[in-house]
């Protein structure tokens, strides 16, 4: 089984990449499977352009993304892949754009605009979501609900984790950011983030195993 982690955080260290690393671990625990982990902010590319060259009746051009540039041998592998994990903190209610940029390439030479919808990939993927964010537990679930429904339809079994009220900052005294129960994002950090961190790991490891 191959699997290809997607990180959509900028930052390698902070709660995304660490939770999208738990979530990659868990999956290579399984015997069997190998990977590899792509930060898309490593990589210089665009969103969709909106060409529909993959739309076009012509086998050498359906189902692909017509786009050259960094993200296209990411877009092979996860093709390729059977599992994709996918990390994103939320920026303003959202994946972050780079995030998006890649779910656009990626998703829509996936559909068709053909009456029945069948998904054009020649295999079905399973997908695993990591977000995390600010906001409280619960606060994204329909946004979340609806980027994993899309997905079940297009790319295959799609599941996520979340850690919530992340901390964002190691001294908050030294940002304007009043907001926050500091010491309540700290405890969190220390009690709950570990919590979070081995649910991505066991996501990772059930999707490798399904
Ligand atoms: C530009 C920006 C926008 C953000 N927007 C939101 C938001 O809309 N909702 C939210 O809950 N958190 C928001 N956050 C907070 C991050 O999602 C949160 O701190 C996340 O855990 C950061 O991930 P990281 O530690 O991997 O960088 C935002 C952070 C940034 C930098």
């Known amino acids: ?3 290809l982690a997607i990180c959509g ?7 995304t990449a660490t939770m999208l690393k738990n979530a990659f671990d868990g999956a290579l625990s ?5 990977g590899e982990i792509v930060y898309l902010y490593d990589l210089n590319f665009k969103g969709c352009i909106g060409c529909h ?9 359906f189902a692909r993304c017509a786009m050259r540039d960094g993200l296209t041998p990411i877009l092979e592998k996860a093709i390729a892949a059977d ?9 303003f209610g959202d994946v972050t754009g780079e995030t998006r940029s890649f779910i656009e390439r990626f998703v829509f030479p996936g559909m068709t605009y053909n009456k029945e919808r069948i998904p054009t990939y020649p295999k079905r993927h399973k997908v695993g979501w990591v977000f995390t964010m600010n906001a409280a537990c619960g606060y994204y679930k329909d946004f979340f609900s609806g980027l994993i429904g899309m997905m079940n339809y297009v790319i295959g079994e799609s599941e996520y984790v979340t850690a919530c009220q992340t901390q964002q900052f190691e001294d908050y005294s030294k940002y ?8 309540a994002v700290k405890k969190r950090h220390i009690e709950q983030f570990p919590k979070d961190c081995e649910a991505a790991f066991e996501m990772g490891k059930r999707l490798a195993n399904r």
Do not use: H, Q, W
Not at 53 to 61: A, F, Q, T, V
């Open 1 to 3: 089984m191959k699997v």
């Open 9 to 15: 955080a900028a930052n390698k260290k902070r709660n």
């Open 30 to 34: 399984v015997p069997g499977t190998s």
């Open 53 to 61: 060259s993959c739309k076009l009746l012509d086998e050498n051009k």
């Open 83 to 91: 599992l994709i994990l996918i990390g994103s903190p939320i920026y």
């Open 176 to 183: 304007a950011a009043t907001m926050f129960d500091v010491e």
